[in-house]
């Protein structure tokens, strides 16, 4: 069964603003906030992709202060994934 195209896709890029960047608890905050979309949600820097929803993949990244970083989201509710994402980052992890 093929799959309809009626998926919604979104990006933007986001400057990580946060003095520690995105470490361990603000890469927490960011996948505790993610998994709460059906979207599928990726993280992009440098060229390189991860799993918006994987602490692990995120902590990798070594996002620091500076860092320039697209997120993506792919999914029904992928427009206020971006939103919340990005609002997480600019407002430094505050909740």
């Known amino acids: 069964m093929e799959k309809q195209m009626t998926e919604t896709s979104r990006s933007q890029r986001v400057t990580v603003s ?25 993280i992009e820097r440098d060229g390189e992709m991860v799993d918006g929803k994987s602490i692990l993949s995120i902590v990798t990244l070594a996002a620091n202060q500076g860092s320039e970083l697209t997120i993506r989201a792919a999914g029904d509710d992928a427009e206020q994934a971006v939103d919340a994402l990005v609002g997480l980052i600019e407002s430094d992890f505050s909740e």
Do not use: T
């Open 18 to 42: 946060c003095s520690e960047g995105l470490h361990a608890r603000p890469a927490d905050q960011f996948v505790r906030l993610a998994k709460r979309f059906q979207s599928v949600i990726e």
